[in-house]
C-alpha cells in the first residue's frame, strides 16, 4: 500500500493517478483529439467534397453523385499517374530494404569512425523532404548536373552524351526512384539495425559453427528472424513513397507531359492548382483503399510471421 | 575424434587478461571439463577454441593440426550453447539438419542422418514442431541432436545443463555422459558446478583468472590439490586450512572427524570450540573455531549421520585428522608441498 499524503487535496490528486479507468482515457485523449482534428475531418471533407461540384472559384456546392470518380476513371492521366505511383513505391522500397539491410549489417560491426558513418546515415531522414528534394532537383539539374559533369571527367560519358535527368520521362522517373530510396533508407536502416540487436549473439555463433558461411547465414538465419520488423520498415517506406508529393513536384511537376505524374501530385495539381477540389478530392480518395489494404496484409503477415 | 590443443593461449579484452597463457590438452576421446568461478575465462577458451573469438596470441591446434587462423566452419566441431541457441523460425527437424545442409549433404542422406540423431536422443516425435513449443529438457536434446548430426570431431558444450531444473539435470548428467562414452568423441565442457564437473570428466582442468591452476582426474584434484585456490575452490564446504609455521594444513571436512571416531594413533588431534551445527539428513556440518588459536581459525566438520556422537554448539571436543590425509600448502605461494602427509 502507498502511504497516501494527509491532505484531502493531496488524496484526491494521487487516487486519480492510481484510477486505471480514469487514467487511461485521460492520457489517451490528446492523441484521439489530435487524431480526429488533424486527420479525420479533413478526411471527412474529401468524402464530402468527392461528391459535389466543389471548385475554388464558386461559393455554392451541389451533390453530383459518383461524377467525379467516372470522370477520373475515364482520364489517361488516371491510368499514367496509378501506374507510376505503383512503379515508382515497388522499386524504390526493393531498393531501401536492399540498401537497408546491407547498410544496417555493416553498422552491427565494429570499425573506427562508426558514429560517423551512423550519423550521415541518418542525415536524410532529419532534413525536410523539400530541401533534399532542391538539393536533388540541383544534382539533376540539365546544365549544372554534378552527376554529368563527374561522369565526363572520368571519362564515362562522350562528348555528345549529355542525360537531361528530369526531361525524359524515363530517366526522370529513375530521379524520382533515387531521391525515395536516399529519403527512406535511413528510416529502414535504423529498423533493421533494431531488429538486428534483437537477435541474440549465440544464435550468430551456433550458424558460425554449424558452419554457414555468410550467404546462407544471412538467408536462412538473420533475414528469417528479422523478416516481422522488416515488414514494418517496409510498410512505412510503401506509405510515405505512395502517398508524397513533394518529391515529384519539386523536381519535375509531374512532367515532362505528365509522364512521372503520381496520384498524390495529380490530386494536388487538379485540386488545388487546377481549382478543381472536388475532382482532387476524389483523386486523393483512390490513396485510401490501397493503403488499407497494403496495411492490413502487412500487419497480418507480420503477425504470422513472429517467431520468438 | 581428435586431440585438441592450446598452446599459450593469451586473450585480451582491452587490458583484460581474460586467458592468461594456457597450456591444455585434451586427448583423443577425452572428457575434459573446464571448471572454475565466473570470469576465470573458461568460456573465452572455448569460444577460442570454436573459432569464435581470436587469441590475441597462442595457438589452438585440432589433431594436431593449427586451426588458429581458420574459421569455425573449418574446423568440423560442435557446440552445445547455454541457451542452447536453437534457430527460432525452424522445425526441429530443419534445427538438426542445418548444419548438414551447410556442408551440402544430398537431401534423402540429410533425412536419414536427422532421423539418426533423432532416435538417439528421443525426440521423433518433436520433429515438426517449433522451438518454441518444447520444454526445456526438449531443447537441450535438439541442441544435442544438431550437435551430434554431423559427426564432428571434437563437442564444445559450454554449461548445457544450467537451464535445466535440479531432477531434470541429474538425468541429463548421466544421459551425457552415456552418449559421449558411445560415441567417443573427444569433448570439452565448461562449467562453474563442481558436481558436474566431478560427474562427468575424465579430467577436470580448474581455471581461475585467465590460467589453468590444476589438471586431473576428479580424484586428483579431490585428493591432491595443486595450490590453496583448488583446495577452497573444490569441495562443498571446501577443504579447511590451518596455519602451521610457514605452512597451511589442509583436510577435507570429511576427514575432521570425533576423536573416539577416528581413535587410530596416527593423527593430529585438534580442541574445536563448535559454534553452530547443520543438520542436513545424510549428514551433520559443524562449524567452528580451533580453541586457544589466535587469528581465529575457522574450520569445518563433515559427519555421516551414522556416527551419532553427542556435539552441540558452544562444547570444546577433541577432533581428530589422519595424517594421510592432510596436505600442506605453501604460506607465500599457496603451491601444495610435495610429500605432503604431515
Known amino acids: 500500500m502507498i502511504a497516501l499524503p494527509a491532505g484531502g487535496k493531496g488524496r484526491a490528486r494521487w487516487s486519480f493517478v492510481d484510477n486505471e479507468r480514469r487514467l487511461w482515457p485521460a492520457m489517451l485523449a490528446p492523441a484521439i483529439l489530435y487524431i480526429a482534428l488533424l486527420v479525420g475531418v479533413p478526411f471527412v471533407l474529401s468524402l464530402f467534397y468527392s461528391v459535389s461540384n466543389a471548385t475554388v472559384g464558386s461559393r455554392s456546392i451541389q451533390f453530383v453523385g459518383l461524377e467525379n470518380f467516372r470522370r477520373i476513371v475515364e482520364s489517361g492521366t488516371f491510368w499514367l499517374s496509378l501506374k507510376n505511383t505503383v512503379l515508382i513505391t515497388v522499386v524504390s522500397q526493393f531498393l531501401v530494404i536492399v540498401c537497408a539491410n546491407i547498410l544496417a549489417l555493416a553498422l552491427t560491426g565494429e570499425f573506427r569512425g562508426k558514429w560517423l558513418v551512423r550519423f550521415l546515415i541518418l542525415l536524410p531522414w532529419v532534413a525536410p523532404i523539400s530541401l533534399g528534394s532542391i538539393g536533388w532537383l540541383w544534382i539533376f539539374d540539365s546544365i549544372y548536373s554534378v552527376i554529368n559533369w563527374t561522369a565526363r571527367a572520368v571519362g564515362l560519358l562522350g562528348p555528345h552524351e549529355w542525360p537531361i535527368w528530369l526531361g525524359e520521362p524515363t530517366l526522370a522517373k529513375t530521379s524520382i526512384i533515387i531521391v525515395n530510396v536516399w529519403r527512406i533508407v535511413p528510416l529502414a536502416t535504423v529498423i533493421i539495425l533494431a531488429g538486428l540487436s534483437s537477435i541474440p549473439q549465440d544464435i550468430h555463433d551456433a550458424a558460425q559453427v554449424d558452419g554457414a558461411g555468410f550467404w546462407r547465414h544471412y538467408f536462412e538465419i538473420t533475414g528469417p528472424l528479422i523478416m516481422p520488423i522488416t515488414l514494418v520498415a517496409l510498410l512505412f517506406g510503401i506509405i510515405f513513397t505512395f502517398t508524397d508529393m513533394i518529391v515529384v513536384f519539386v523536381l519535375t511537376r509531374g512532367g515532362p507531359y505528365d509522364t512521372t505524374q503520381v496520384i498524390a501530385s495529380w490530386a494536388y495539381f487538379t485540386g488545388i492548382q487546377g481549382g478543381d477540389l472536388a475532382g482532387g478530392a476524389a483523386i486523393s480518395l483512390f490513396l485510401f483503399p490501397v493503403l488499407a489494404i497494403v496495411a492490413v496484409v502487412f500487419l497480418l503477415f507480420a503477425k504470422r510471421a513472429e517467431v520468438t | ?342
Request: with cysteine; hydrophobic share 40%.
Open chain 2, 1 to 342: 575424434m581428435a586431440t585438441v590443443e592450446a598452446r599459450r593461449l593469451v586473450k585480451l579484452f582491452d587490458d583484460v587478461r581474460a586467458v592468461d597463457g594456457i597450456d591444455l590438452l585434451a586427448r583423443q576421446g577425452e572428457f575434459l571439463v573446464l571448471l572454475g568461478p565466473s570470469g576465470c575465462g573458461k568460456t573465452t577458451l572455448m569460444r577460442m577454441i570454436a573459432g569464435l573469438e581470436h587469441p590475441t596470441s597462442g595457438d589452438i591446434l585440432i589433431d594436431g593440426k593449427v586451426v588458429t587462423e581458420l574459421p569455425p566452419r573449418a574446423r568440423n566441431i560442435a557446440m552445445v550453447f547455454q541457451s542452447y541457441a536453437l534457430y527460432p523460425h525452424l522445425t526441429v527437424a530443419r534445427n538438426i539438419a542445418f548444419p548438414l545442409r551447410a556442408v551440402g549433404m544430398p537431401k534423402p542422406d540429410i533425412r536419414k542422418k536427422v532421423e539418426w540423431a533423432a532416435q538417439m536422443f528421443g525426440i521423433e516425435r518433436l520433429l515438426d514442431r517449433k522451438p518454441r513449443q518444447l520444454s526445456g529438457g526438449e531443447r537441450q536434446r535438439v541442441a544435442l541432436a544438431r550437435a551430434v548430426v554431423r559427426e564432428p570431431v571434437v563437442f564444445l558444450l559450454d554449461e548445457p545443463l544450467s537451464n535445466l531444473d535440479a531432477k531434470l539435470r541429474n538425468s541429463a548428467r548421466d544421459e551425457l555422459k552415456q552418449f559421449q562414452r558411445k560415441l567417443g568423441t573427444t569433448t570439452i565442457y565448461v562449467t562453474h558446478d563442481q558436481a558436474e564437473a566431478m560427474g562427468l570428466g575424465d579430467r577436470i582442468a580448474v581455471l581461475s583468472e585467465g590460467r589453468v591452476r590444476q589438471i586431473g582426474t576428479p580424484h586428483d584434484i579431490y585428493l591432491r590439490p595443486a595450490d590453496t585456490f583448488v583446495a577452497t575452490f573444490i569441495g562443498s564446504p571446501p577443504m579447511n586450512l590451518v596455519a602451521e609455521g610457514k605452512t597451511w594444513l589442509g583436510f577435507r571436512p570429511e576427514a575432521f572427524l570425533p576423536r573416539e571416531v577416528e581413535p587410530a594413533a596416527d593423527g593430529i588431534v585438534f580442541p574445536f570450540r563448535v559454534t553452530r551445527v547443520e543438520y542436513l539428513g545424510a549428514e551433520r556440518l559443524v562449524y567452528g573455531v580451533i580453541d586457544g588459536r589466535t587469528p581465529e581459525t575457522h574450520v569445518i566438520s563433515k559427519i555421516p549421520t551414522n556416527i551419532r556422537t553427542e556435539i552441540a554448539a558452544d562444547g570444546v571436543y577433541d577432533f581428530v585428522v589422519r595424517r594421510q590425509d592432510i596436505e600442506r600448502f605453501d604460506r607465500d605461494s599457496g603451491r601444495r608441498i610435495d610429500g605432503g602427509s604431515a
